[in-house]
């Protein structure tokens, strides 16, 4: 064999070496990818903990069966999902630890009384609240700045603790009905 050929054998094997090692880069990115997904999507899942009681004049009324729709799009229209919150017998709130995503609204869900009093509070995240009435009417909002909403409900339904956000973020709310 001549060196020209060894010189063409020799740059083959690095050639073959190079795309292995590319193909092999490739596998693990995509496998990285999956897997940070899996992780943002179990990230995604509200954890409601209940808060302790306290000395409530209104009971909370018992919440219908739990609901929840999801709604997936690739267009500009925002992704808006519905949970309902229940509290233990005996508790008046919740604490809810949740995150969104870009394009992305999260409605919680709470049936309550003419009369009663809600109190929600952002305590972390950069997230815009809004309170809607079972008459589709807001009633309050609270967003980065006015970390707090409270009012008297005016009628008997389910009412809607609308969370949104510029862009994602994780939050921490705590919802109290008394």
Avoid: H
């Amino acid at each position: 064999m001549n060196n020209d050929d060894e010189q063409k054998r020799s740059l083959w094997k690095t050639y073959s070496i190079l795309m292995g090692v590319m193909v092999g880069g490739a596998v693990l990115i995509l496998g990285g990818q999956a897997a940070w997904n899996a992780v943002q999507q179990n990230m995604s899942k509200a954890a409601v903990e209940n808060k302790p009681s306290s000395t409530s004049s209104l009971p909370l009324i018992t919440p219908q069966a739990p609901a929840e729709v999801r709604s997936q799009t690739l267009s500009s229209t925002p992704s808006v999902s519905n949970e309902r919150v229940s509290f233990n017998e005996g508790s008046t709130g919740a604490t809810i630890r949740d995150s969104l995503t870009a394009n992305q609204k999260k409605r919680y869900l709470l049936n309550c009384g003419s009369g009663q009093r809600m109190t929600v509070q952002i305590r972390q995240g950069s997230i815009n609240v809004t309170i809607i009435s079972p008459n589709n009417q807001t009633i309050g909002n609270a967003v980065n700045g006015v970390s707090q909403w409270q009012g008297q409900l005016p009628n008997s339904g389910d009412y809607i603790v609308e969370i949104s956000a510029p862009s994602q973020s994780g939050y921490v709310i705590n919802i109290e009905v008394s």
